[in-house]
């Protein structure tokens, strides 16, 4: 089971994004792809050590077409879990595929559920009030649940919501 860990913030994060986002949009570019740097980490405050990024596709189906044995060969695979509008793909760093560095959440580019992403991270970058009360939030909630991931995603998610719908 995955803890929940939160650490301080290291720029490191950003270059990590730059990198991995240049090789998925090569990768995804057959379908043109808008991608974004989403998550704790693109708004520079502490987090868990994992780079979220955003794949905006005009459909999801367009996943279908993806060379999975290429993003393979950088680590990069798709999660067992499955979501009606949503893919996502985990990178990892080990070779016992234990540690992971990075997501990516393949949606439809507009959707829900892009929405709750890009507009999330937009307005905690115009509001440093609310960037605080999340990262304060995450603080609290990583204590809560530090064993459990799910239940501290979940946890979030009223807050979220709210300020993606305020």
């Keep these: 089971m995955d803890s929940v860990i939160i650490e301080k913030f290291r720029s490191c994060w950003l270059d990590s994004y730059q990198s991995e986002s240049e090789y998925l949009a090569s990768v995804f570019e057959f379908c ?10 693109s708004l520079e405050i502490d987090a868990k050590p994992i780079v979220d990024i955003a ?13 999975f044995k ?6 990069w ?4 879990r499955t979501f009606a509008d949503e893919v996502v793909l985990a990178k990892y760093t080990d070779d016992c595929y234990k540690t992971k560095s990075h997501f990516a959440h393949i949606v439809v580019e507009g ?7 890009v507009i999330f991270r937009d307005k905690l970058i115009e509001s440093e009030s609310l960037k605080h009360e999340y990262l304060n939030l995450k603080r609290c909630l990583a204590s809560e649940y530090q064993d459990d991931v799910d239940g501290y995603t979940e946890a979030k998610k009223k807050f979220v919501l709210t300020v993606v719908n305020g």
């Design 32 to 41: 043109s792809p808008r991608i974004e740097h989403i998550g704790s980490t």
């Design 55 to 67: 794949i905006g596709l005009v459909k999801l189906e367009s996943v279908l077409k993806v060379d």
């Design 70 to 75: 290429l993003l393979a060969k950088r680590r």
């Design 77 to 80: 695979f798709r999660i067992q």
């Design 111 to 117: 959707s829900k559920r892009w929405q709750e992403m």
